[in-house]
């Protein structure tokens, strides 16, 4: 079967979630992003932004291990190919290499629009929110008594048009967060559903009492939590711009907390 954006979009939204899972080498994730880059190469301009996320990834596993040549070869080939996350750039780990002159030539090759800038340090700042709310529930989830199932609420990708493909990057960087995020909450939620089953078929010990008592407040804190999520989509600000600029300055933009 020929390869498509789709079906790549998919191979590498798979491969960042496997990533963020813990589970991979990192020969093994290494790997696979060379391999979407180099199938994503005959697709043309359609498919640049698929290269850039491999590149721009490439380079954050070449941070972690603290190869700063080999990071900045990709973040150069990853804005060629179209990247432009700017505020992803501001993370604590990235801004040591501001000081390098390679990286602020590169860096100062980028260009965005205010629209895209704006959904960006929305995406960052989901990005945040998630893992906050993810470690908020598992705390809420100790001890409850009931055998039913939470998932984490999740604010809706962004679907307006982008000005700059590049901002595609990001949404499918929260969309793989999102799903590494759920997949975790819902086997440690199953594992206690199925361990409150248990009490109850083998020794009778399970507090049925409690466990209507927990599931109402978990339904109610779970209905609350998706509200604010939906609450939360991205809108585009009327006249926020689609013209391309040039990224903030280097150092301006602080990363969402």
Known sequence: MADTVDSLTARLHDLLVTCLAGAPRRGDLAAGLHDVTARAAPLGPDGAWLAAACHA???????????????????????????????????????????????????????????????????????????????????????????????????????????????????????????????AALKAEFGRSAGNTSLGLIDGSWDHTRAVSDARHADDRDTRRQLEAEARAFVERPGAGAVLLACPPLGSITYPG
């Open 57 to 183: 990834n490439l380079g954050d596993l070449a941070v972690a291990q603290g190869d700063l040549n080999r990071a900045l070869y990709h973040l150069d080939a990853a804005v060629t190919a179209g990247y432009n996350d700017c505020v992803a750039l501001h993370i604590p780990s990235i801004r040591p290499l501001h000081q390098d002159p390679r990286f602020r030539v590169t860096y100062e090759r980028m260009r965005i629009t205010q629209g895209d800038f704006e959904e960006l340090v929305w995406l960052h700042r989901e990005m945040q929110i998630m893992v906050s709310e993810a470690r908020e529930a598992t705390v809420d989830n100790i001890g409850r008594l009931d055998t039913g199932v939470s998932p984490l609420p999740q604010a809706p990708l962004p679907t307006r048009a982008p000005h700059t493909p590049g901002l595609l990057i990001t949404r499918i960087e929260l969309a793989a967060l999102q799903t590494a995020l759920q997949q």
